[in-house]
């Protein structure tokens, strides 16, 4: 009973270096998104999928890159990472989103850029 | 786009009370509300949401109520209890057109005084 799993679940970077987060769920479903979560703000959309090979931005998109290669992963990608991405990440899914249903959480990706 | 406003920031209620969270959105096409719990470290749990169709929707203590007209909703928990203690958030979602994914309210801290 998985979910949605996201790795890694915290991580240090350097002003600079470059990572991908990794969010794989195991529910069939056809959207997949990430938010970024920081104190106060709530949680703000920053890329997301609506199928396979298909990605558009959210409210926050710079700085960040997403594939969708497979129908089960969502990646997100910082080329460069900057201390204003110090962040948590969440990754979550649904079926169609136009027809109601809930979006389903990872456990979120702690991330410190010094 | 869409802009969703929470209040209050922070509620501080005594066990056994009730307590009201309140959220105004922009976009009139919003068609659906979702309400997340989220504890200290964890992931947003869905807790209760309701489509645009419908006023009112009840599950146990925890109740959500609809006026499309003045584009509010609020979140009304009664007999509260210590495990009550959270962060919640609500969330409007469009269903088309910009930005897809919820569009969140920047959470209220609910604390339960024993």
Known sequence: NAGVTQTPKFRVLKTGQSMTLLCAQDMNHEYMYWYRQDP????????YS??????????VPDGYNVSRLKKQNFLLGLESAAPSQTSVYFCASSYLLRSNQPQHFGDGTRLSIL | GENVEQHPSTLSVQE???????CTYSDSASNYFPWYKQELGKRPQLIIDIRSNVGEKKD?????TL?????????HITETQPEDSAVYFCAAHTGGGGADGLTFGKGTHLIIQP
Not at chain 2, 60 to 64: K, P
Not at chain 2, 67 to 75: D, E, R, V
């Open chain 2, 60 to 64: 146990q203590r925890i109740a959500v």
């Open chain 2, 67 to 75: 006026n499309k007209t003045a584009k509010h909703f609020s979140l």
């Open chain 2, 16 to 22: 056994g009370d009730s307590a009201v969270i309140k």
């Open chain 1, 50 to 59: 609506v199928g396979e090979g298909t990605t558009a931005k959210g409210e």
């Open chain 1, 40 to 47: 106060g703000m709530g949680l703000r959309l920053i890329h």
